[in-house]
């Protein structure tokens, strides 16, 4: 299948080396589905609420990654047996959920039993809004595209006998439980429970309803349902349906249990046509059927597609690529794909949504858009950036979901889907990510001191009544988190409750709150406690404040469980500390001792560039004078080590967008080091030319040029620097600067100005 | 806790003593709620929809009969652990169905997982309509009655956290899926899909709908769900409610599952009552709901009881017994209570059923009942002459019932259970079960001719094109089954065609339908070719038209799987002949070898009271001259061995009444030996006197009198018989002799007649 995909990549790029190709034409969906990026190449419109994958990840001898073992993506391209398409899914995390829902087109005697209906896949395209693929099992062609809630696929059937398959029981969530009703001969509806994303919080639950429509009335619409397992009972001897799939010929009443779907049946002609349409809800049953009649009124696949095309342009097109390669554009406008994949729209197209946390309904103003899927831990870190340059509005559209899920639930949440909190990694981020929207600009609507509050309770209430740091008495205390239980997250808790405390420290000091920033910073400064001189390293501390004995900076590694760090090891969070790298190098006593350190990252092998902990670090040299050009190299080295236009080109999971945002920044020459400071570090740019149409109720000036002069493969480092055409000292530049300015000139040179 | 119940028993025996005693007082509704019985102590109306049973045969070290066992009943008066009480039930079956729907009243902290929250039972008290019993583990005491349609619950708790749970999951029947929905604080709805009766059609599913409603607004209410069982995956290192139940302390939406339920929490005051209400409906929530609304509106725990009672003693009432032990007494008022637990009423308050197989909503004339439960193969041997004797009116109503499902599915059914066909057991017992009808009168309201013609498409209608007769085609031909596969049921099979075909044979005859009658009681007469005159037995005969080889008739005893017989030996099926019990005299050569074959299986052991395809044979003797006083011998002996008013006090499963029909007419004397002959075997009664009062819509004379004279233990024989004062000769006397005369009087002797 891969050398398939190359041979359909290589036949795209030569169809269109003439044509004048749109930013949705680059976009390559398969990026990321391989190597754990978790990405999924099927359709979707910008943020929608829906959006398809063919699910593949079945538990199969010739599947690596798959649902028992470690598994939090309905697709991975190395795998081969396909069981359907999905309509709502996750795209990038590192957990199980939702990837369910899933349609699936099959010929011949009725089998349900996904393990026996599974088929390979044959000439797979994936394009913005658009996916299709030969299923080879049953020679049925399909394809499929995507309005905002609803989906609509294309199935060119064989003659004989067809089905189309909508699979309630499987999916990616380890919630469980279904109920579906057959409303006519080509509509059903249901609903699907689904959550329990991380484990952490079992209590959060969410439910799907859902619409399926076929354009052709079915000669027969069956339930199936497995059947309970009677191995262990008399009743294995008697019973001939024992943990099968049994398919309910006549039954036709509402069903309901763990793992249940629905079979639409059909004698076909050749080459025959059969379209379905899904619309999904987090609402209510009728308002997917609502979200249905109104997104898909009157409109045929091809025209769905279209506007499709035109949403994904609209929203990538505000950025135009000069110079770099066709598959350097590929990956950026991919990246800036993946950005615009989450959050997605909660509310129904008549603004109903789950209230956050009670799931009661509330309604939105219209135009407002409720936007959920809030990962904290991985987009405090470049996603508000990514939105000031490139979706200022939706952006703020964010910020205002997030006070609305602080007055519905009393909290700022620090992992939210579909309006429920789970509470996944460490820290409280959205203080970060609030507070750099803020300082960005993207506040508007809310009233500042309301949004300081909402931070500040998070940050200041005391544990017995915080719902978001329930741990924090003693960090609040003694400003660190001491190692209690063997393989806590100690460490890697309190780097981010000082990321967020330090966050909120500066809006208080921009405030003129001159007690909350002192009490904040100070926490934000416990940092130090954990610094071992003898190592360099931050190294867990025991409550009686002596360091953890026994420590092994590189225990950790490939996410093995370790003493205060969680998913790395001390290499990956000793230099974590963005807001205070000056601070740091103090710490190791000299510039050189910290340049060292930081370099052996690289160059011993202790970075890894697939977790966000250490994805700032090649960025950290910038603020050691004359280390500057190692920014410059380690970037580009990270850029072509460990991204590309392929599926395995990104360097892990996408989280939300965040590891395609490192790149998409690290391709413009800019990065914001330090979470919340709305400042970048300058590095060398990829392309000749970025330049991005800035939105102008957010800023003065039209558009954002960023440009490499004489920048050629071997010409990684900065010469020099201009802004708006005047020399510009450092490496350093606030956002302000740079946008007020519209135009940055980094000139390029293959020698490192040490 | 034997010894409680027969303490209680005693108690109340003592306390009853002296007062009125009316028939409701003489139920006992432990019998046969051990030994197989698979009756339930719970309380019900007569041929109530609703009807409720402690629910103890659940799997664990203490218990011999579970559900992991062969269990067909959701209580054994054995078992120890108790989950709850159901609120549907199949009594005296023999496979598992239903038996769900159960409430639980529990204290303490919240415990939702069956097993954990099982308890044991002290002080149980049951009677028609009411059953108490303090839940020991909890110190609640429970009582609880019904309406047709609904249940009524009332718990006095202790003082603390109290719960009342509602178990959608667990139940006796071997479909699953359920719904819920939390209505208000004291309302929930849903359904739970039931069915797969004795897995012969898996596709005949029966949903259940209800709505539970509480008399105190509950401070939460919570669902519970079995989690999906991860033990196979990775993932059983994260989640922590891996294969556990999970309580849903936030998730208000509705809910789905193969195992879930749902929780009404309080803080009770010592003492405190709170009362359950259940509605129950087969078509839909809206009926469920309005068949509470209707039948329990205003209407307190007492006055729901005290109607309940008065329903029992008008259908009771109309025996009268005189005579007899006070044990005797209640032996045969609870036989009548059996046979008034089935058939159970279908459609709902408002009239709407489901109709036979589509279960599509229809809805009955307002004052008629669609009754359901038509267990064929039990009940068309001796229920239609209860019906006649007991509840004429009934008895007409289930046949109307059996013509309205002929009339929407296309034939009579063979084995229904809520409008579905679930083929259980051999033979087409609608056939026996409609001749006796109509001999017997109780099939006004039906035309005759259509009657006929719906029994001829069972009998007549080619396999192919058969539902119900699907395999007759070489029966058809050669009028004998073959032994094709090892352990099948042929001759089992064949003698149930034969009597149906026989039995239709007598109508066709009466209608004049020569050709009809010819045809039918030339297949009746096929049973001659089983006869092996080396045994004097039925012997399974091949395809070739030789005897199997290898035969012991003895093997099947104790229901081991043989060749030719279904749950008994060659012994169990050879004299199941009952409409030519002359013709094989006439085989056996002498009536002596006859006699001395059929006193062999007493004497020997051979006979199984506990099932019915042998429980004619003590009557039999009557057909042979002289030999009558076998007949009430071994009635005698089989009356005082096999039954009794204690637990165990039925010889096997009731077989919806038909175990209990046994009894009550060999008490009163008369047997009909032939099934579809309106005539009974006469033999020895238990009672001085027993006076029915006779139904005048059906009956000339407005009470049948059936006296023993001189009947002490010792004169077991019949010296004489008199029919209404008149010297009567012979002993067998038809239905309409019997009635139309209306006394039979009966002189006992400890003397045999030889």
Redesign the interface.
């Known amino acids: 299948m891969k050398k398939l995909f190359i041979a359909a990549a290589a036949l795209c790029a030569v169809g269109h080396a003439y044509a004048q190709k749109t930013p949705a034409d680059y976009v390559n969906p398969f990026i990321g589905t391989s190597n754990y990026g978790t990405t999924q190449p099927g359709p979707l419109v910008p943020q929608g609420m829906v959006s398809m994958s063919p699910f593949n990840t079945i538990p199969r001898p010739e599947h690596k990654v798959h649902?028992?073992?470690?598994c939090s993506t309905p697709y991975v391209w190395d795998n081969k047996w396909m069981i359907g398409f999905t309509n709502v899914n996750l795209s990038g995390v590192g957990c199980?959920d939702l990837g369910s829902l899933i349609l699936m087109p099959t010929t011949g005697p009725l089998e349900v039993d996904f393990q026996k209906y599974a088929s390979p896949l044959e000439n797979q395209v994936a394009k913005a809004g658009y996916y299709s693929a030969k299923i080879s099992a049953y020679d049925v062609l399909a394809e499929m595209t995507a309005t905002t809630r609803t989906s609509r696929s294309r199935y060119t059937f064989p003659a004989g006998e067809s089905h189309i398959l909508f699979n309630i029981g499987q999916g990616l969530t380890?919630e469980?439980?279904?109920?579906a009703r057959i409303v006519s001969d080509s509509e059903i509806e249901g609903?699907k429970?689904m959550g329990?994303f991380?484990?952490g919080v079992?209590?959060s639950?969410i439910?799907v309803y859902f619409v399926v429509r076929t354009s052709k009335p079915a000669e027969s619409v069956q339930y199936w349902?497995k059947?309970?397992d009677?191995s262990?009972?008399?009743?294995k001897d008697?019973?001939?349906?024992s943990n099968q799939y049994?398919v309910?010929?006549?039954?036709?009443?509402?069903?309901?249990?763990?793992?249940?779907g629905v079979a639409f049946n059909y004698s076909t002609a050749d080459g025959e046509v059969i379209e379905v349409a899904v619309g999904v809800s987090y609402v209510s049953i009728e308002n997917a059927r609502e979200n249905l009649d109104r997104e898909q009124h009157r409109k045929n696949f091809d025209a769905i597609y279209a506007d499709a095309v035109t949403a994904w342009n609209e929203v990538l097109g505000v950025a135009t690529l000069e110079g770099g390669t066709e598959d350097q554009k590929t990956q950026f406008y991919t990246g800036l794909y993946h950005n615009w994949v989450h959050p997605f729209v909660l509310q129904d197209a008549n603004g109903d949504y789950p209230e956050m946390?009670?799931?009661r309904i509330r309604r939105m103003p219209q135009g407002a858009d409720r936007l959920t899927m809030f990962s904290g831990w991985d987009v405090y870190r470049l996603t508000p950036f990514m939105g000031a340059l490139f979706f200022p509005q939706r952006q703020n559209d964010m910020a205002l979901s997030m006070m609305q899920m602080y007055k519905e639930s009393g909290n700022l949440p620090k992992f939210e889907i579909a309006a429920k909190e789970f509470m996944t990694m460490e820290g409280d981020a959205a203080l970060p990510y609030m507070t750099a929207c803020w300082f960005l600009g993207l506040t508007k609507g809310i009233d500042t001191e309301t949004l300081y509050q909402a931070m500040l309770k998070n940050a200041a209430a005391p544990a017995e009544e915080n719902r978001i740091r329930g741990d924090q008495s003693f960090y609040a205390e003694h400003h660190y988190i001491p190692l209690r239980t063997p393989f806590d997250n100690s460490v890697s808790q309190a780097i981010e409750y000082y990321v967020a405390d330090w966050s909120l420290g500066q809006m208080a000091k921009a405030l003129g709150k001159t007690a909350d920033y002192e009490m904040l910073n100070a926490r934000a400064m416990g940092y130090r406690k954990y610094f071992d001189k003898n190592y360099g390293l931050l190294r867990p501390v025991l409550p009686d404040g002596t360091f953890m004995p026994g420590f092994n900076p590189r225990e950790g590694e490939n996410f093995k469980p370790v003493n205060g760090f969680h998913e790395g090891s001390s290499w990956n969070y000793s230099f974590s500390i963005p807001y205070d790298i000056p601070g740091l190098v103090k710490l190791y006593g000299s510039s050189e001792r910290f340049v060292d350190s930081l370099s052996a990252c690289f160059d011993k092998g202790y970075f890894d560039m697939g977790n966000e902990p250490d994805m700032g670090y090649p960025y950290y040299f910038s603020y050691v004078k004359g280390s500057e050009w190692k920014t410059q190299y380690y970037v580009n080295q990270c850029l072509e080590r460990y991204y590309g236009n392929k599926p395995g080109g990104l360097p892990g999971n996408d989280d939300a967008g965040t590891m395609s945002a490192w790149q998409n920044l690290s391709m413009m020459g800019i990065y914001p080091a330090c979470p919340a400071k709305a400042e970048y570090v300058i590095t060398t740019p990829t392309f000749d030319k970025v330049t991005i149409r800035l939105d102008p109720k957010y800023y003065k000036r039209s558009e954002l040029v960023i440009e490499a002069v004489n920048r050629t493969p071997e010409n990684i480092y900065i010469e020099k620097i201009e802004l708006d055409g005047k020399p510009f000292r450092g490496y350093f530049i606030s956002h302000k600067q740079l946008t007020d300015a519209g135009r940055l000139t980094i000139y390029c040179t293959n020698k490192p100005q040490k």
């Open positions: 649902t028992d073992s470690w199980p380890t469980s439980g279904g109920y609903f429970i329990d991380c484990y079992p209590q639950v439910p349902k059947q309970p009677f262990h009972s008399a009743i008697w019973s001939s349906t049994k309910y010929t006549r039954f036709k009443q509402p069903i309901a249990g763990d793992d249940i946390e009670s799931g």
